[in-house]
């Protein structure tokens, strides 16, 4: 007999078709922003990674910030906070032309993400486990397309002026302001009046979730591989840059096309058991990929490791809900977005020092890092940090 499932409520459809176009309007933009900024603009190295910089930095570091704030003043408020600055950013981008004035337009740009992100994934975190497994499987597919889908935009509003993306971008932004507040009231979350500290130092107290953040942030390192040693991997065995854009077309279509097949799964498995299947699947494409000198392997390969990031991505997302239980909810993803951040500045370090080597020994550490994170994963369980939460109350510990 089929099981019935519950349609999801329209205000979250609402919600995940924003998140689709809040990722098509970042892809319309940064894709073509770095050679706007070097070409049309004529900036330095060092100008253009400063401003590169601005949203890199304020969009990593202050979720923790904007994520405790929300769960206070209530992250309906700071959803709409994060798209509005987000918005006059992408626009800023296609006004101003002077250093200073795109530096302050980046740095907007990363603001509103650090308000927007921790708000759309803690009213997606309140709604009950089923649920919440399916629309995190459902954020995962809207964020796909929106990379997919994003730079092809851009491609075609290119062909009108080069400050064209940047402007549409914003206004898509406006149009979703709008649309979403036609269905604030739906957008409810709990609120603490805790003191920030106390939220804080609950969040740190939180070991089980503490050792998962700092397992996670080696697996982002290897993840990051994929931006960093990936597309050095394509030049060496094709000297030409045209190519390295197959990895990403595969990467973005194979994972859109994964969530149908795989949402099941996730509605039936814990979050840890998944990422652990998809780390493992990510070890394996990592000690493939040098087996052959050949882009088409390569790209099979990257098939291969886009169905271990298909797990893993929307599971990591339901696991922070599960520790979190509901409370300071925005602090932990907030916490979790600097284990990314963090991460991620690691593996880019890593990997440029890695592949410097140009053999197969960078790709036997990356799978054996991502092994024995799959070990410290292995030794995980979000019940038992219910449990233990439980029993520190009760103790007063």
Known sequence: MREHKEKLPLHIKIL??????????????????????????????????TIISANLICGRALPIVTGLLGDRISHRLTLFIGIAIRAFGFIGYGLFTDFWGLVFASALTGIGGAFY????????????????????????????????????????????????????????????FVTLFMFNKHFITQTTTTNVLKSIKEIIGNKAYLK???????????????????????????????????????????????????????????ALNLIKIGMLICAASFILIPLTQSLVWLVLIIVVFTLGETLILPSSDMAVADYSQGNNTGGYFGLFEISFAGGTLIGNYIGMWLMEMNSIYPWIIYCGITCFTCWLISRLNTKQNVISLNMEKETGV
């Open 212 to 270: 998962y953040i700092s397992a996670m942030m080696l697996f982002w390192a290897m993840f990051a591989q994929l931006t960093i040693s990936i597309p050095i991997h394509v030049f060496n065995i094709t000297q030409s840059e045209k190519y390295i854009s197959f990895i990403f077309i595969a990467n973005g279509i194979t994972g859109l096309i994964f969530m149908f097949f795989l949402r099941k799964y996730f509605e039936k498995h814990e």
């Open 16 to 49: 995940i078709v924003s998140a689709f176009l809040m990722n098509a309007g970042t892809f319309m933009v940064s894709p073509f922003l770095v050679v706007y900024l070097s070409i049309n603009l004529k900036f330095t190295p060092i100008e253009v990674g």
């Open 117 to 176: 992100d921790p708000s759309v994934t803690s009213i997606f975190a309140t709604q009950d486990s089923k649920n919440r497994k399916r629309i995190f499987t459902y954020l995962n597919q809207a964020l796909n397309a929106g990379a997919v889908l994003g730079p092809l935009f851009a491609a075609l509003l290119l062909g009108i002026d080069a400050t064209t993306p940047f402007i549409i971008s914003g206004l898509v932004l406006v149009c979703i």
